[in-house]
């Protein structure tokens, strides 16, 4: 959001409370009819409950963007370096080889809107504990509030590195006006203390509305101790931690059967899909598919074809022979019958992302309300079995939990590694799994280790060239505090080497 008055840009930020009509199921069918002024702000629990609604509504940040496909989901996908784009981005272009700058507008966007939600969380947060209404509600609302200001700021924090920490509300005259950037180590502990609050809020064991549930504050909580426990802070004892979070959500989920079902409408929140933003024709969609079909070839009813974010041949093929993942129609494909004439197939000349396909859409009228995927169980296996081998080496639950993604993938159970071993299966096992879901960029920035995909191991992320020719820099583990906050707030300062 672009204000006139720039002396005010980051307070009208922080005070936000632009409830915009969210997502799917429940939260994305209540609308904001309420017109909150400071004269009747949470006099209600309807209101209080719509306010946190409202919060939700930033999610949509991540696929927020301009046709030439430069969404932030992309953008985190493309500092890892496994992905090419189109040649119509210059800002895309510019981060695949490390020449962007402060002013990329996803920088920017992606720090607003975060920061937004934390304002309304944090107003949420004060303004709730005071209103009448049934207190396992209310003590619910408190905790979807904490989770998704943890959430918002896990992802600050990572990608910005020292943020300012904000935990209330902001005025005109608030000392955080214009606030200073907190140490990494001082924003993780409110971050899990919120998540451990929430935890302990009532929430349900899963939830099937879009709304935050104790798999997901689990899962969250269980990411960050393994973040927490590499680098930068390398506190070795959240690995005990993280597998402790983890190994709660394990039997509250369940792996599908089909990996169709990870992009279709019929199982939007169920299975293992812990937690996504929730879209939805005729409140709220967006164009994941379109940014992700091959580049202006007839596939699907949609307007634009933009092949935004496209895998490297050389990562595809990094998986093993016989990986079902890997087979036309699993997580990729190459070829399509036609749109509009589907005798003739289409043939792409590279391997896209059949991982976002929205079959609905493509096949219906192209508007996309496919949901995006924050976590699922995989990943909650996956640290649940690295975390456990940092602390007590392979054990049989460890391999357990890999064993059954790899089976999924019809691949051969692992048996009899060493530690180190162990360690870079897993480490592989996310790349596969968990590939282009904005985790390989953050799993770099805590290993300081890159897959190097053209010789199947590990290696040191500044030494080692990508499949693109690109050995990145140590000042792409973090991105630039966006230079209008700069501008803005002389209290700022940059990233080293922005």
């Known amino acids: 959001m672009k204000l006139n008055i720039k002396k005010y840009k980051i307070a009208y930020l922080l005070l936000s409370l632009v409830l915009i009509n969210s997502g799917c199921k429940k939260y994305l069918d209540e609308k904001n009819n309420s017109n909150f002024v400071k004269s009747n702000y949470f006099t209600s629990a309807s209101q209080a409950q ?31 370096g496994h992905a090419t784009s189109l040649g119509q981005s210059v800002n895309n272009g510019n981060v695949i080889n490390q020449r962007t700058d402060p002013v990329n507008p996803g920088f920017e966007s992606v720090w607003q809107n975060c920061y937004s939600a934390i304002a309304n969380a944090n107003l949420a947060l004060q303004e709730i504990p005071n209103v009448a209404m049934d207190g396992a ?3 619910r609302l408190l905790g979807e509030a904490q989770f998704l200001r943890a959430f918002f700021y896990y992802h600050l924090v990572r990608l910005y590195g020292d943020v300012p920490l904000i935990t209330a509300p902001v005025t005109v005259d608030s000392p955080d006006l214009f606030p200073t950037r907190t140490p990494v180590a001082q924003v993780y502990p409110v971050i899990i203390s919120d998540l451990v609050s929430a ?7 899963t939830d099937q509305t879009g709304h935050a549930s104790l798999g997901a504050v689990r899962t969250l909580l269980a990411s960050v101790y393994l973040t927490t426990a590499g680098f930068p802070l390398n506190i070795t004892a959240n690995y005990a931690l993280a597998a402790a979070e983890a190994q709660k959500v394990l039997s509250s989920y369940t792996l599908f059967t089909d990996y169709a079902y990870l992009h279709d409408n019929a199982h939007k929140n169920q299975g293992e899909l812990i937690f996504q933003s929730n879209y939805l024709v005729g409140v709220s969609t967006n164009a994941i598919t379109q940014l992700t079909v091959p580049f202006n070839l007839p596939v699907g009813a949609y307007g634009d074809h933009l092949g935004a974010m496209v895998p490297t041949n050389q990562f595809f093929n990094s998986y093993e022979a016989g990986d079902l993942r890997a087979q036309e129609r699993q997580f990729y494909f190459s070829s399509y019958p036609q749109y ?12 896209n992302l059949y991982k976002y396909f929205q079959v609905e859409s493509a096949l219906g009228n ?4 496919e949901n995006w995927t924050f976590l699922r169980l995989p990943e909650a296996m996956l640290i649940y079995a690295e975390a ?27 048996s009899g590694l060493s530690q180190d071993q162990f360690r870079q299966a897993i480490w592989k096992e996310r790349y596969h799994e968990l590939a282009y879901e904005n985790k390989a960029y953050f799993d770099i920035q805590r290993t300081h280790m890159i897959y190097d995909v ?19 820099k140590q000042q792409y583990l973090l991105w630039p505090v966006p230079q209008r906050e700069i501008n803005n707030n002389k209290k700022l300062t940059q990233n080293t080497g922005w």
């Not at 192209?366 to 309300?369: A, E, K, V, W, Y």
């Not at 456990?388 to 692992?414: C, F, H, M, W």
């Open 388 to 414: 456990t081998n940092e602390v007590s080496g392979p054990t049989a639950d460890a391999y357990a939990q890999i064993n059954k993604i790899r089976t999924r993938a019809q691949l051969a159970p692992l």
């Open 50 to 80: 719509t306010f946190v609604n409202g919060i939700y509504n930033k999610l949509y940040l991540f696929q927020n963007g301009d046709a030439y496909g430069e969404s932030p989901f992309i953008t985190i996908e493309l500092f890892a």
């Open 199 to 205: 935890e302990a809020s009532g929430l349900p064991e």
């Open 137 to 139: 509600q209310k003590k």
């Open 454 to 472: 053209t010789n199947n191991k590990f290696s040191d992320a500044f030494s080692t060239a990508n499949e693109q020719g690109v050995t990145m």
């Open 366 to 369: 192209g508007i996309c309300d």
């Open 340 to 351: 509009g004439d589907p005798t003739k197939t289409v043939v792409f000349g590279s391997h």
